[in-house]
């Protein structure tokens, strides 16, 4: 009886175990955009105006 309880705390521990890895690998797989990228979209879906792109641009040093 005590094999079994043991067998079922591993099987546990290594499916929380596989659950923690995968979530930890899948967001570093994610790539953020930097905030410029957004800009640079939002520029071509016509949100915001070269101006304002400009500026962001210039604050950000790039």
Do not use: D
């Amino acid at each position: 009886m005590e094999g079994y309880i043991r067998l079922g705390l591993t099987l546990v521990v290594l499916a929380v175990l596989v659950i923690i890895l995968y979530r930890f690998r899948a967001g570093k797989s994610n790539r953020r955009q930097s905030s410029l990228e957004i800009m640079k979209e939002r520029l071509e879906k016509g949100e915001i105006t070269e101006e304002e792109y400009e500026k962001a641009r210039k604050e950000q040093g790039k």
